[in-house]
T-cell receptor
């Protein structure tokens, strides 16, 4: 499985943007970049995914580097509810469809 | 719409026993995946089923088995329980195998 590298933790203030980096230098051409998050005492929750172009949805934006070796998840205005573990996952949609979770980034939001 | 449901929420078993965990996917979803999450770690993939057939298996011993029923619900079975099987077991469903997965709240299994 292609690996991703994320910081262990990040802190943010409420209503400020949060930029979560992810490095994936061994990404292959068929790997999609997925982000999931897991709030305390809940199952993981799908956030966003992309292949080459930047993507936006109601939850977040995903900025993908031109060489695809890194990406950044952007939460535009953090709320206390955004405190969670965020996982960056590479998913090859031509092979099996499993999600390979790493340790993720623990995001703390200060009021 | 109802999300993914799992039962039971919690259970306690003794070493050597057998356990069955159940999962009902979101209506219209045909794929179910199972994950094990040990405290402090990310979820680890166990199985994926699509249209009642196994489509993927993670690095787990043969004590772990699963099946998917005609209504797309699924069971995860674990035989000869070990202390190390204590974990949160998560079920996820997706419309098709390659689509984004939606997770249930999990079943917390404690083996004593």
């Amino acid at each position: 499985d292609a690996k991703t590298t994320q910081p262990n933790s990040m802190e943010s203030n409420e209503e400020e943007p949060v930029h979560l980096p992810c490095n994936h230098s061994t990404i292959s051409g068929t790997d999609y970049i997925h982000w999931y998050r897991q709030l305390p005492s809940q199952g993981p929750e799908y956030v966003i995914h992309g292949l080459t172009s930047n993507v936006n949805n109601r939850m977040a934006s995903l900025a993908i580097a031109e060489d695809r070796k890194s990406s950044t998840l952007i939460l535009h205005r953090a709320t206390l509810r955004d405190a969670a573990v965020y996982y960056c996952i590479l998913r090859d949609l031509t092979g099996d469809y499993k999600l390979s979770f790493g340790a993720g980034t623990t995001v703390t939001v200060r009021a | 719409d109802a999300g993914v449901t799992q039962s039971p929420t919690h259970l306690i078993k003794t070493r050597g026993q057998h356990v069955t965990l159940r999962c009902s996917p979101i209506s219209g979803h045909k794929s179910v995946s199972w994950y094990q999450q040990v405290l402090g770690q990310g979820p680890q993939f166990i199985f994926q089923y699509y249209e009642k057939e196994e489509r993927g298996r993670g690095n787990f011993p043969d004590r772990f088995s699963a099946r998917q029923f005609p209504n797309y619900s699924s069971e995860l079975n674990v035989n000869a329980l070990l202390l190390g099987d204590s974990a949160l077991y998560l079920c996820a469903s997706s419309r098709m195998a390659r689509y984004e997965q939606y997770f249930g709240p999990g079943t917390r299994l404690t083996v004593t």
